[in-house]
C-alpha cells in the first residue's frame, strides 16, 4: 500500500515548494516520476472529470496511475457538485478541485472558471470533503481571479473558514491567455489569508520562481509549460539537460508509452537544444524507432535495451476493477474533451496550460 505524505510538511520545510502543475493528457506518472529527479516539491495530476472516474473503471485507469514513489500527490478533479469531489477523493495525498480551467468545454459542463461563478458550490465541496476525510488530507482549490479583485479576495478567505490546506491562483481572469499576469493582485491575496499561497503564471525558470516569491510573498510556484519545455527548471538548468532527456526515454520505454505521448514531450524538451533544421525534422517523426535513432545520433545517449527492461521498470500500484465498463466513460470524454491537432498544442500554449 503507498505510504501518504502530508502535504502541510512541504510548507513548513521547504522555503519555496516548487509545483509541476496539473496538465491534461501530459502530467502524468513517468512525467511526474521525471520533474521529481530535478527539484519538483509537488506534482499534480491532470485534470480528471470527477463523474467519469467515479463511474468507469476505463476512466480510472487511464485517467490515474501512480506508484510508491509518487509522492505527494495531488489529483486535481474538475466537478460541478459535491458528491462527485467527495467520492473520487482517494489514492493521493490530497485532491484539488480545479476553478480555474477557461477552456470553452470546461465552463459548458459547468467546471473550472465557471465555477467562480458559484462561490457556494466551491465552498459547499471544500466544506463536505473536509468533513468527510481528516487531516493531514490535503484539500485546496485553483483558481483564477475575477476582475473584481475584491470578489476574489473574498472567494479564498471563505475557503480558508473552509479548511483548504493551499490555494493556487492563476493570475489571470478566465478571458485572459497571454497576457501579462497580475502581481498586484497575488499580493493582495496573500496578505489577506493565513493558508499558503501557490502562484502560477510565467514561470519559466528557477530565477522567475525566485523573483515571484520575492515580489508576491507567495509560499510556493507553479509551473507548467515551463517544465515540459524544460524538466529541469527547478533545478536551475535554463534549458533541458541531456541526461534529462535519456531519463525520459528511459521512463517511456519501460512503461511502454504511446508514441504520441512520447514524442509531444520530447517535442517541447527539445525546443530549446536542437537546432531549427533539425527541429523540423524531429517534430514530424512518426515512430519510435526513428525518434530514438535521432536521439542517439544528435546526442549519443543510451537508449535500454528494449528487450530488458526490468532495472527500468515503474510500479505501477493503482488498479481499480470494482466497478464494471459501461458506454457511460466513452460517450462522456467524446462530449468533453475534442481531440486537439498537434499544431494547436504547440501554437496556443497559453490557452491549454493556462499559462
Same mark, same amino acid.
Given at each position: 500500500?503507498?505510504?501518504?505524505?502530508?502535504?502541510?510538511?512541504?510548507?513548513?520545510?521547504?522555503?519555496?515548494?516548487?509545483?509541476?502543475?496539473?496538465?491534461?493528457?501530459?502530467?502524468?506518472?513517468?512525467?511526474?516520476?521525471?520533474?521529481?529527479?530535478? &527539484?519538483?516539491?509537488?506534482?499534480?495530476?491532470?485534470?480528471?472529470?470527477?463523474?467519469?472516474?467515479?463511474?468507469?473503471?476505463?476512466?480510472?485507469?487511464?485517467?490515474?496511475?501512480?506508484?510508491?514513489?509518487?509522492?505527494?500527490?495531488?489529483?486535481? %478533479?474538475? !466537478?460541478?457538485?459535491?458528491?462527485? $469531489?467527495?467520492?473520487?477523493?482517494?489514492?493521493?495525498?490530497?485532491?484539488?478541485?480545479?476553478?480555474?480551467?477557461?477552456?470553452?468545454?470546461?465552463?459548458?459542463?459547468?467546471? &473550472?472558471?465557471?465555477?467562480?461563478?458559484?462561490?457556494?458550490? /466551491?465552498?459547499?465541496s471544500?466544506l463536505?470533503?473536509?468533513?468527510? /476525510?481528516?487531516?493531514?488530507? !490535503? +484539500?485546496?482549490?485553483?483558481?483564477?481571479?475575477?476582475?473584481? *479583485?475584491?470578489?476574489?479576495?473574498? #472567494?479564498?478567505?471563505?475557503?480558508?473558514?473552509?479548511?483548504?490546506?493551499?490555494?493556487?491562483?492563476?493570475?489571470?481572469?478566465?478571458?485572459?491567455?497571454?497576457?501579462?499576469?497580475? @502581481?498586484?493582485? #497575488?499580493?493582495?491575496?496573500?496578505?489577506?489569508?493565513? /493558508?499558503?499561497?501557490?502562484?502560477?503564471?510565467?514561470?519559466?525558470?528557477?530565477?522567475?520562481?525566485?523573483?515571484?516569491?520575492?515580489?508576491?510573498?507567495?509560499?510556493? =510556484?507553479?509551473? !507548467?509549460?515551463?517544465?515540459?519545455?524544460?524538466?529541469a527548471?527547478?533545478?536551475?538548468?535554463?534549458?533541458?539537460? +541531456?541526461?534529462? +532527456?535519456?531519463?525520459? =526515454?528511459? #521512463?517511456? *520505454?519501460?512503461?511502454?508509452?504511446? %508514441?504520441?505521448?512520447?514524442?509531444?514531450?520530447?517535442?517541447?524538451?527539445?525546443?530549446k537544444?536542437?537546432?531549427?533544421?533539425?527541429?523540423?525534422?524531429?517534430?514530424?517523426?512518426?515512430?519510435?524507432?526513428?525518434?530514438?535513432?535521432?536521439? =542517439?545520433?544528435?546526442?549519443?545517449?543510451?537508449?535500454? =535495451?528494449?528487450?530488458?527492461?526490468?532495472?527500468?521498470?515503474?510500479?505501477?500500484?493503482?488498479?481499480?476493477?470494482?466497478?464494471?465498463?459501461?458506454?457511460?466513460? @466513452?460517450d462522456?470524454?467524446?462530449?468533453?474533451?475534442p481531440?486537439?491537432? $498537434?499544431?494547436?498544442y504547440?501554437?496556443?500554449?497559453?490557452?491549454?496550460? &493556462?499559462?
Amino acid at each position: 500500500m503507498k505510504n501518504h505524505c502530508d502535504i502541510n510538511d512541504l510548507f513548513t520545510n521547504e522555503t519555496l515548494v516548487k509545483v509541476a502543475a496539473p496538465m491534461v493528457r501530459y502530467s502524468k506518472l513517468q512525467f511526474r516520476t521525471l520533474v521529481r529527479k530535478y &527539484g519538483c516539491d509537488l506534482c499534480f495530476s491532470p485534470m480528471i472529470i470527477a463523474d467519469s472516474f467515479i463511474k468507469s473503471l476505463k476512466a480510472r485507469e487511464s485517467d490515474f496511475s501512480t506508484s510508491n514513489e509518487d509522492t505527494p500527490l495531488s489529483v486535481q %478533479f474538475a !466537478a460541478n457538485n459535491n458528491e462527485d $469531489f467527495v467520492t473520487a477523493a482517494k489514492y493521493c495525498d490530497g485532491v484539488d478541485l480545479n476553478c480555474g480551467c477557461p477552456q470553452r468545454w470546461a465552463m459548458k459542463e459547468g467546471y &473550472g472558471a465557471d465555477l467562480l461563478k458559484k462561490p457556494q458550490i /466551491i465552498k459547499d465541496s471544500v466544506l463536505q470533503l473536509r468533513n468527510s /476525510i481528516p487531516k493531514p488530507f !490535503a +484539500v485546496s482549490v485553483k483558481i483564477r481571479i475575477n476582475p473584481d *479583485i475584491r470578489l476574489t479576495v473574498e #472567494l479564498c478567505k471563505s475557503l480558508e473558514a473552509a479548511g483548504i490546506t493551499f490555494i493556487t491562483v492563476h493570475s489571470r481572469t478566465p478571458s485572459q491567455r497571454c497576457e501579462p499576469i497580475n @502581481l498586484n493582485a #497575488l499580493q493582495d491575496i496573500k496578505q489577506s489569508i493565513k /493558508i499558503p499561497l501557490i502562484a502560477n503564471g510565467d514561470i519559466r525558470s528557477l530565477d522567475d520562481a525566485l523573483l515571484m516569491q520575492e515580489l508576491t510573498g507567495c509560499n510556493g =510556484v507553479m509551473a !507548467a509549460r515551463g517544465l515540459l519545455q524544460n524538466p529541469a527548471l527547478f533545478s536551475g538548468y535554463d534549458k533541458t539537460p +541531456v541526461a534529462c +532527456v535519456e531519463a525520459w =526515454v528511459k #521512463l517511456a *520505454i519501460e512503461s511502454e508509452m504511446p %508514441f504520441q505521448c512520447f514524442h509531444h514531450h520530447l517535442v517541447f524538451m527539445l525546443e530549446k537544444i536542437l537546432p531549427k533544421p533539425e527541429r523540423r525534422i524531429f517534430n514530424v517523426l512518426s515512430s519510435t524507432p526513428d525518434v530514438l535513432d535521432s536521439l =542517439v545520433n544528435y546526442f549519443s545517449i543510451e537508449v535500454p =535495451v528494449r528487450n530488458n527492461l526490468s532495472r527500468f521498470r515503474t510500479d505501477i500500484i493503482y488498479k481499480d476493477e470494482t466497478i464494471s465498463e459501461s458506454s457511460y466513460f @466513452l460517450d462522456k470524454i467524446s462530449k468533453t474533451t475534442p481531440q486537439l491537432p $498537434f499544431e494547436d498544442y504547440l501554437s496556443d500554449s497559453c490557452y491549454l496550460f &493556462g499559462e
